[in-house]
C-alpha cells in the first residue's frame, strides 16, 4: 500500500516557476515508477511526466518537455516536479500517482489528492 501526499502548488505568474512534492509512504515507493498527471476543469486527466524507481529513466508529455523537470529521492519516499516557464495553460491540478511509469492513468495503483496549480496571463 502506497500513500500519496502533494504540495507546493499555488499562483504564479507566466513565466515564473514552482516546484510540486509527493511525499509518499510505504515501503514500495522505492520500488515504483511514479508519475505526475493534471487535469484542468472539465478536461480529462493527462500525463505530464514519470521517473522509474531508480530515477535513472524519465519520460515526459511534449507540452512540458525542456521546461518541466521530474526527480526523486528514495531516502526521502519523495517525488518532485520542477516546472519552469510556466504558461496559463499549465493551470490545473496536479497529481502524483504511483506503480507504472506509463502515460495512461489506469496504469497507476495509487493518486494523491492534488493539489492546485493557477498561472495568471
Known amino acids: 500500500q502506497v500513500q500519496l501526499v502533494e504540495s507546493g502548488g499555488g499562483l504564479v505568474q507566466a513565466g515564473g516557476f514552482l516546484r510540486l512534492s509527493c511525499a509518499a509512504s510505504g515501503r514500495t515507493f522505492s520500488y515504483s515508477g511514479m508519475g505526475w498527471f493534471r487535469q484542468a476543469p472539465g478536461k480529462e486527466r493527462k500525463f505530464v511526466a514519470a521517473?522509474?524507481?531508480?530515477?535513472?529513466?524519465?519520460y515526459y508529455a511534449d507540452s512540458v518537455k525542456g521546461r518541466f523537470t521530474i526527480s526523486r529521492d528514495n531516502a526521502k519516499n519523495t517525488l518532485y516536479l520542477q516546472m519552469n516557464s510556466l504558461k496559463p495553460e499549465d493551470t490545473a491540478v496536479y497529481y502524483c500517482?504511483?506503480?507504472?511509469?506509463?502515460?495512461?492513468?489506469?496504469?497507476?495503483?495509487?493518486w494523491g489528492q492534488g493539489t492546485q496549480v493557477t498561472v495568471s496571463s
Open positions: 500517482a504511483a506503480g507504472s511509469v506509463r502515460t495512461t492513468v489506469l496504469s497507476y495503483a495509487y
Open positions: 521517473i522509474n524507481w531508480s530515477g535513472g529513466s524519465t
